[in-house]
């Protein structure tokens, strides 16, 4: 059950929304037990955005919820690959990218909690 949300400040095409939902689906692969069956997304394009008192630059702020927990070395892969590909479909430069996660014990879908 993971959620990854991405608000950057540029646009957002449709060729690069579709093509970071194929990839954030297979990268989300590197967090065992995580596949992209479970796995939404959502995307906020051109927010006005601020780094280090700045706005002159394009900036992602990518959020990560994951069901349970995973390991260091899992969110480093995890923190490579999102990287990579916000600035391989964006442009963005990883120095302007920040990625948070959020691990939680309780998830709700289809009426229930896991």
């Not at 646009?11 to 590197?30: M, P, Q, Y």
């Not at 967090?31 to 995307?43: Q, V």
């Not at 700045?54 to 990560?64: G, H, L, P, R, V």
Request: glycine fraction near 6%.
């Amino acid at each position: 059950m993971p959620y990854i949300r991405t608000t950057v400040s540029n646009s957002i095409s449709e060729t690069a929304r579709d093509n970071l939902k194929k990839k954030f689906g297979e990268a989300i692969a590197l967090i065992p037990g995580k596949t992209e069956a479970w796995l939404m997304l959502s995307f906020e394009d051109n927010m006005k955005m601020y780094f280090k008192g700045e706005s002159s630059e394009e900036y992602a702020y990518i959020e990560i919820s994951l069901f349970g927990t995973t390991s260091d070395a899992a969110y480093d892969r995890l923190t490579a690959a999102v990287s990579e590909i916000v600035n391989e479909e964006l442009g963005i430069d990883r120095a302007n990218i920040y990625i948070k996660y959020e691990e939680t014990n309780h998830w709700g879908w289809n009426g229930n909690n896991f």
